[in-house]
């Protein structure tokens, strides 16, 4: 009987075979682009697959974020200056048929695309905006990127800048650079503080001019304030109406003697 069933063997496991490769199970975050004989057929999945051996190709296409880490690049600034800059680069498929057709690796060329679009974005900047604007500056690479890359089925999702790196001599000026523009504020707040106050000790003299009494009340306020410390002098105060008694005019002279000589 064993004998009987030995000529069936062989094509049932040929057939086996045909099956277990004809048979794909794709996840729910891959896609397979399938090619009838070398032409484009459709996209396929997730689930479960038939794809005739020898006929059919299917290649698998993830559609999750992929994190590309841009290499280092060296920039020169508008302003003359030499950094390095390296940058993360976050996109992902959404047309499984553009990214497999109209390119050959969709990866590659992102990455390639990515760091000529760094150099020249970032050349085109000083290197304070470097430092300062970076937010401005992903949003720029990544318009520039999302729009190149839309003809091969990608999107660009996000464009971080991770390190700008400057030289020791670069560090020193702008330290440098930075203390003189603190100073420059600390000057310009006080002479703007000396400014109000003055404009206020003004003001303060108008009132006390219109109102004598206001004069005398700081006076007497001010007394108060140096009684509260621990001094050994006595401030007393003295009405200036009294030393005018004492005080002669400047234009006065002393009255002569009745029996002086002519």
């Known amino acids: 009987m064993l004998g009987n069933l030995i000529p ?9 075979i045909i099956l277990g490769s004809a048979i794909r199970i794709l996840p729910e975050y891959e896609r397979g682009v399938v090619f009838f ?4 057929q459709g996209v396929k999945g997730p689930g479960l697959i038939i794809v005739i051996p020898g006929i059919q190709q299917l290649i698998r296409v993830d559609l999750r974020v992929i994190t590309l880490d841009v290499p280092s690049q060296d920039v020169i600034s508008k302003d003359n200056v030499t950094v390095k800059v390296n940058a993360v680069l976050y996109f992902r498929v959404v047309d499984p048929e553009k990214a497999i057709i109209r390119v050959e690796n969709y990866g590659a060329a992102t ?6 679009t760094l150099r020249s974005v970032m050349g085109k900047h000083d290197l304070d905006e470097m430092l300062s604007e970076r937010d401005k500056i992903n949003a720029d690479i990544q318009e520039i990127l999302d729009t190149q890359t839309e003809e091969w089925g990608i999107k660009v999702a996000n464009v971080e800048i991770k390190h700008v790196d400057l030289d020791e001599s670069m560090i020193r000026a702008i330290a440098r650079q930075a203390e003189a523009e603190r100073e420059r504020r600390a000057k310009v707040i006080h002479a703007d503080g000396e400014f109000q106050a003055s404009q206020k000790l003004v003001e303060a003299a108008d009132v006390m001019s219109r109102n004598p009494a206001a004069l005398q009340l700081r006076y007497l306020q001010t007394l108060a304030d140096m009684s509260n410390n621990n001094s050994s002098t006595i401030v007393f ?25 002519e």
């Open 8 to 16: 069936y063997i062989a094509p049932l496991v040929i057939l086996l």
């Open 37 to 40: 004989l070398g032409r484009f």
């Open 111 to 116: 990455s390639q695309l990515s760091q000529t």
């Open 237 to 261: 105060p003295l009405p200036m109406d009294i030393m005018k008694s004492f005080m002669k005019p400047a234009g006065d002279k002393a009255p002569k003697p009745e029996n002086s000589p």
